[in-house]
C-alpha cells in the first residue's frame, strides 16, 4: 500500500511566505487597535474602493511582475541583476517617447522589442558564450543605468498630461487595475507552465543541463526563452512605474529593486540552485515584502535600520522552508511511544 500523500501544508514551499504574510497582516490589525487605526478599513471615494490592503497590492506589484520573470530564470539556475537597470532604460525610453508626440502604439511596440532584446542579450551570454550569469547580468545592469541617463539626456522626463496615466493604474471594477494585470498575468503563466510541458523544460534544465541536453531538450533555448521573458518583464514594471508616478527618473528607477525580486523568488520557494518553480510563492513572497514595508512605516522603524527587519523575517521564511528546519520540527511534535512500548521498525 502506498503512503498517503502529505498535505498542502506540508509539501508546499509557498506556506512560508504565507504564513509570514498572515503575521505581518495580524501585527497591522493589532498595532491599528493601538493607535485608533483600523488597518482593514476599506472606503470608497472618487470611484475607487481604497483600503491599505488595496495598498499593498498596488505598490507591490511592480516587484511582483519582475519576481515572475525572476522565477523562471531562477528556476533554469540562473539569476539577472539587471532588471532593475531594465525598468529605469523602458521608462526612460517609453517617457521619451510620449513627450517627443509619439503615439502610444509605437511606444508600446518599441518598449517589448527593446525589453525583449535586453533580456535575449543576457540569455546569449549565459547560455551561448558560457558566462556566470551574475557576471553577465551585472555588465548589463552596470550598462543599463547609463543608456538610460543617454536616452533621456541625464534629465528627469515628465509625460504629457493625461496621455498614459490610465493605461497600467486606471480603475477596473472600483479597484486599481495593476494588481489585477499582475495577477492575470500570474494566473496565465502558472496554466502555461502547468498544462504544457514548458514547465518541466524549465524545472530540467535548471534540475541537471547535461542529463536534458541528453535527453534532447534544448537547455539554451530554455535559458534564452527565460532571461527574454525575465527583460520584458522588467519592461512592463518600467511602463507601470511611469503610468503612476507621471515621470521617468534615469537615476532612482528600479534601484535596488532587482534584491527585492530576488528575495521574493527565494522566499516563495523556488530553489535558487535551480530545477523547482513555485509562482504562488513568488506571488506571496512579494506581497509580504510590501506588507513588511508598510508595516515598518505604521509601527515607526526608523529608514536607516529599515532593512535590518527585512532580512530576519526572510531568513526566518527560509528557515521555515528548510528541509533540515522541518526534520527537526517534525521531531519535536511526533508522538513519542508509551513507556515499556518498542516502536515498530519500518
Not at 547560455?127 to 547609463?146: E, F, K, Y
Not at 479597484?175 to 495577477?183: N, Q, W
Not at 514547465?199 to 534532447?216: H, P
Amino acid at each position: 500500500m502506498s503512503e498517503p500523500r502529505p498535505s498542502f501544508w506540508r509539501r508546499s514551499p509557498a506556506v512560508g511566505p504565507l504564513a509570514g504574510l498572515l503575521l505581518l497582516l495580524a501585527i497591522n490589525v493589532v498595532d491599528g487597535f493601538r493607535h485608533d487605526r483600523n488597518f482593514l478599513a476599506l472606503t470608497f471615494h472618487d470611484g475607487r474602493f481604497d483600503s491599505p490592503v488595496i495598498d499593498i497590492f498596488k505598490n507591490g506589484s511592480y516587484v511582483m511582475v519582475l519576481a515572475l520573470g525572476m522565477t523562471l530564470v531562477i528556476a533554469t539556475g540562473g539569476i539577472d541583476l539587471s532588471v532593475g537597470a531594465g525598468m529605469a532604460v523602458i521608462g526612460g525610453l517609453g517617457a521619451t517617447m510620449l513627450a517627443g508626440g509619439h503615439s502610444v502604439a509605437a511606444m508600446l511596440a518599441v518598449s517589448a522589442g527593446v525589453a525583449l532584446s535586453c533580456g535575449l542579450v543576457n540569455g546569449l551570454l549565459v547560455a551561448g558564450a558560457r558566462i556566470q550569469p551574475i557576471v553577465a547580468t551585472l555588465a548589463l545592469m552596470v550598462a543599463g543605468r547609463g543608456i538610460a541617463q543617454l536616452v533621456t539626456h541625464g534629465n528627469v522626463v515628465i509625460l504629457p498630461k493625461d496621455k498614459f496615466d490610465d493605461l497600467f493604474h486606471g480603475i477596473v471594477c472600483w479597484l486599481p487595475l495593476a494588481p489585477l494585470l499582475v495577477t492575470s498575468l500570474y494566473l496565465a503563466v502558472w496554466a502555461w507552465l502547468r498544462r504544457s510541458a514548458a514547465g518541466l523544460f524549465f524545472e530540467a534544465a535548471g534540475d541537471n543541463e547535461t542529463a536534458s541536453r541528453f535527453a534532447g531538450l534544448a537547455t539554451g533555448r530554455v535559458r534564452c526563452l527565460a532571461y527574454a521573458l525575465c527583460g520584458l518583464g522588467a519592461g512592463l514594471a518600467g511602463l507601470m512605474k511611469i503610468s503612476d508616478i507621471g515621470s521617468a527618473d534615469p537615476f532612482k528607477m528600479g534601484d535596488t529593486i532587482e534584491l527585492d525580486a530576488i528575495f521574493a523568488v527565494v522566499v516563495g520557494g523556488t530553489a535558487l540552485s535551480g530545477g523547482r518553480i513555485c509562482l504562488l510563492g513568488t506571488y506571496l513572497g512579494a506581497l509580504m515584502l510590501q506588507t513588511l514595508t508598510i508595516t515598518m512605516q505604521y509601527v515607526g522603524v526608523p529608514p536607516a535600520i529599515a532593512p535590518m527587519p527585512k532580512a530576519v523575517v526572510i531568513i526566518a521564511v527560509c528557515l521555515m522552508q528548510s528541509a533540515v528546519t522541518r526534520r527537526w520540527f517534525a521531531r519535536l511534535t511526533s508522538r513519542s511511544p508509551a513507556p515499556g512500548v518498542r516502536p515498530v521498525e519500518p
